[in-house]
């Protein structure tokens, strides 16, 4: 199996191709990380925080289901990798700083799906505060609901063991 390194630099490598075209800005560019090949590989790379949206954990109590919840890139991955992008249009290519920089923006907070919509508005721009968001740390949620939130993180985050809840 090759490494998650390995991985992004033939990422990085098809995204500079593209790039070098001269065809294309650095927005798409940047969706063959997030939207074509990122995707693939993922489950590999994802750190769940542990942080979980006061709302989420209202959602799953009362519903007993993940259904309506979303992994939110908290780091801003699309506005920075496309920022990324750009300058490596530029200034020229920076394999390591694009491996670099995408393992320290797969950082994901567990939101509500309305939440995440308005974390991308332009009146909150990924502040939780703005948005009214509090987040809660894991041990600080409920039993009841690590339990169906274990359900959206397992298989779907790098980490998702360090999260692990055997029901009582």
């Keep these: ?17 593209v790039a070098d075209s001269g ?6 560019v940047r969706g063959g990380y997030t939207h074509w090949l990122g995707p693939e590989f993922v489950r590999e790379l994802r750190q769940f925080t542990g942080k979980v949206s006061a709302d989420s954990i209202n959602c799953v109590v009362n519903t007993k289901s993940e ?3 979303a992994f939110e890139h908290f780091l801003r991955i699309q506005k920075e990798l ?9 200034e020229g290519q920076n394999e ?20 995440n919509t ?3 508005t332009k009146e909150c ?39 692990r809840v055997a029901p009582k």
């Design 1 to 17: 199996m090759k490494s998650i390194d390995y991985k992004l630099k033939m990422c990085y490598s098809l995204m500079m191709q």
């Design 23 to 28: 065809l294309f800005t650095a927005r798409v």
């Design 96 to 115: 390591d700083e694009f491996i670099e920089t995408v393992k320290r923006l797969e950082n994901v907070h567990i939101v509500t799906k309305t939440e």
């Design 125 to 163: 721009s990924g502040d939780y505060i703005k948005a009214g968001i509090d987040l809660v740390d894991w041990k600080d949620v409920p039993e009841e609901a690590q339990l169906i939130l274990w359900k959206k993180i397992r298989g779907k985050v790098a980490n998702s063991e360090d999260f």
């Design 67 to 69: 259904t309506g919840l």
């Design 82 to 90: 496309t920022t990324l992008m750009s300058r490596h249009m530029v």
């Design 118 to 120: 308005k974390l991308r």
